[in-house]
C-alpha cells in the first residue's frame, strides 16, 4: 500500500484533514465525481466515504488487493472500484433487513467491470480464515458488518495475518461505543496497528460520514509483536460492551429516531 500517496490524496480532497473537528462538518471531498452513485445505489454510506474508499484502493501496490466485509447493496463496493483496477474481495451473509443477492448482483453488474469483485455469501469470520485472495496481501480492508464487541475484535484479529506489511484498514459505524471499545482493545494489544484519524458524527446517517468512520495504519514490524489481551480482559469487556452498553444505546436510538418522526410529523 502507498500510504504516503493515500495521505496525500486525503489531504487534497478534505482540506481539513489534519483537523478532526473542522473534518467531521465537511459534507463532501473535493471531487464530486463519486456523487452520482449515491442517486443510483441505496446504501448505507456517504460521499465521504466512498471517497475514502476509493482512494484506499487506488493506492494498491502490485499483489495487492482490497478486501470489503459487509456490502448489503453494493454502494462501498461501486464506490472503491469507480476508476480503479484494484482486484476486490468481498462478503456478506445478507442478515441486514432488507438485504438480497440480487439486488448486489445489479450493482456490481453496472458499477464495476467484469470480473473486479468476487463476492462471497459468507459469514465474515468463514471468509476471513477462507482468504481466498491468498498469495495475494491486502492493502485496503474495509470493514462494515456486524457491529457487536465480539464481531469487531474478531474482524481485525482474523484480518491481521493477511495485511500487506504497509496496509489501510478502516471500519465503519464508530460512533457506536462497542465498536469503539473492540478497536481500542485489539490496538492496544496490537501496537502495529496505529490511528490515523477518528471521524465521528454527530448523529447517525449524517450526510457527513455517516455513522463514523476510524482510519488505522498497519505497518508490520514497526512495533513489538502484538499479544492477546488477557482473557479476563477480553471477557469483561465483552459482557459490558455487548450487553449493557449496547443496549443502553439500543434505547438511545430509539428515542432519537422517535423525536425525528415526530418533528417531521409536525413540519
Not at 438485504?99 to 463476492?119: M, N, P, S, Y
Not at 439500543?250 to 415526530?262: D, N, P, Q, V
Amino acid at each position: 500500500m502507498n500510504f504516503d500517496g493515500f495521505l496525500r490524496e486525503c489531504r487534497e480532497q478534505w482540506p481539513a484533514w489534519g483537523d478532526p473537528e473542522r473534518l467531521r462538518h465537511l459534507e463532501h471531498p473535493r471531487e464530486r465525481r463519486l456523487a452520482p452513485l449515491l442517486l443510483h445505489v441505496q446504501g448505507m454510506a456517504s460521499e465521504n466515504k466512498l471517497m475514502l474508499l476509493n482512494l484506499a484502493a487506488r493506492h494498491l501496490e502490485p499483489g495487492e488487493v482490497y478486501v470489503e466485509v459487509g456490502s448489503w447493496h453494493g454502494l462501498s463496493l461501486a464506490g472503491a472500484a469507480a476508476g480503479n483496477p484494484a482486484k476486490i474481495y468481498a462478503c456478506d451473509n445478507f442478515s441486514h433487513s432488507r438485504a438480497d443477492r440480487a439486488t448486489l448482483q445489479r450493482t456490481l453488474e453496472r458499477h464495476t467491470a467484469a470480473g473486479q469483485v468476487e463476492f462471497f455469501d459468507l459469514d465474515f469470520r468463514e471468509f476471513l480464515r477462507l482468504a481466498p485472495w491468498a498469495p495475494k496481501k491486502v492493502g485496503a480492508y474495509f470493514y462494515d458488518n456486524g457491529h457487536a464487541f465480539r464481531d469487531h475484535f474478531q474482524a481485525l484479529q482474523l484480518i491481521r495475518p493477511w495485511l500487506s506489511d504497509d496496509a489501510v484498514v478502516i471500519v465503519d459505524d464508530t460512533n457506536d461505543i462497542p465498536v469503539r471499545a473492540a478497536n481500542r482493545l485489539f490496538v492496544r494489544y496490537a501496537p502495529d496497528f496505529s490511528l490515523v484519524v477518528d471521524i465521528p458524527t454527530a448523529v447517525p446517517r449524517a450526510a457527513t460520514w455517516w455513522n463514523g468512520v476510524q482510519v488505522y495504519r498497519f505497518r508490520r514490524g514497526s512495533q513489538p509483536d502484538s499479544r492477546r489481551p488477557p482473557r479476563l480482559s477480553y471477557l469483561g469487556h465483552q459482557i459490558i460492551f455487548s450487553s449493557l452498553v449496547t443496549g443502553v444505546q439500543r434505547l438511545a436510538k430509539t428515542a432519537w429516531w422517535a423525536y425525528k418522526r415526530s418533528t417531521s410529523t409536525r413540519s
